[in-house]
């Protein structure tokens, strides 16, 4: 049996905008260094933007974030840099990014690190058969002290993306749409994989130790586009009618420690 091994390693420095991709990243707590450490508040309302809520946030994949410099726990967190829809960018530390994103918004926003407070999110669900309340907005709290919608690292197989992609020939099925922490290249699995994995514990390399929480049901976000994805309602279609609208699963963290792309993948 061939062995599993983490493939890519992604994270989102700004909630909902584009993230980076990474050979190797510190796991904390509360998941990956610098995920989700940033996100968009809508001043007038004091909930995040959000791109759950298409009606009121089509654009926030138009947006990408990264970190100036590589984040580690022992150099400590750098500023965020982001790219505007235009192509120009600017970081954390200007004192007129709020007013510049703002701007490109059309809405007033601020970046804010602050978890403080209690933070909100809309979302909204989409007219697909199976799912409930269609076409309603949403709103929900994130998990205290942190910007994140539920779990805190979110895995994904290449076994569920090639399911995906067998049940739906004509979409463009890949792993950015489902904006996944960790991909794993699972050789021999077949179907959706994860599935199985609930409860288990996780081991990458000599630190990292994840268990697995529950499945990630998606969103309306997997149809939206994406840099040359299109948008597509049949990705979210697919995943409702096959796998009760999951893909991947959620992780909460046990061990912290370095985690590197082509890690090897043990069950404890």
């Not at 992604?10 to 940033?38: F, I, Q």
């Not at 580690?72 to 709020?98: C, M, N, Y």
């Not at 996944?180 to 130790?209: A, H, Q, S």
């Amino acid at each position: 049996m061939k062995q599993s091994r983490v493939v890519s390693l992604w994270r989102y420095p700004v909630k909902s905008m584009m993230g980076e991709e990474m050979n190797a990243c510190d796991v904390t707590p509360k998941g990956l260094l610098g995920d989700r450490t940033y996100a968009l508040l809508d001043i007038s309302t004091g909930k995040l933007a959000n791109a759950k809520n298409p009606l009121k946030w089509p654009r926030m994949f138009e947006y990408r974030a990264a970190y100036v410099d590589p984040a580690s726990v022992a150099t400590g967190q750098s500023p965020v840099r982001i790219t505007f829809p235009d192509g120009s960018s600017g970081t954390s530390l200007e004192s007129d990014i709020g007013e510049r994103l703002s701007g490109s918004f059309n809405r007033p926003v601020k970046l804010t690190a602050d978890l403080s407070q209690e933070s909100q999110f809309e979302g909204y669900i989409p007219d697909i058969e199976g799912l409930q309340n269609r076409e309603t907005v949403f709103t929900r709290t994130s998990p205290e002290g942190t910007f994140f919608d539920i779990g805190y690292i979110h895995i994904l197989t290449t076994a569920t993306i090639n399911q995906l992609r067998a049940l739906a020939p004509e979409s463009r099925i890949e792993a950015r749409r489902f904006r996944p922490n960790i991909v794993i290249d699972v050789p021999d699995g077949n179907g959706f994989v994860e599935n199985d994995w609930i409860g288990k514990t996780l081991r990458f390399g000599n630190e990292v130790r994840l268990q697995i929480v529950q499945p990630t049901v998606r969103c309306v976000m997997t149809t939206l586009e994406q840099a040359d994805l299109p948008q597509d309602p049949n990705v979210l279609r697919t995943a409702v009618k096959h796998n009760e609208g999951a893909v991947g699963v959620y992780a909460a963290v046990l061990q912290g420690g370095r985690i590197h792309r082509c890690d090897a993948l043990v069950f404890e």
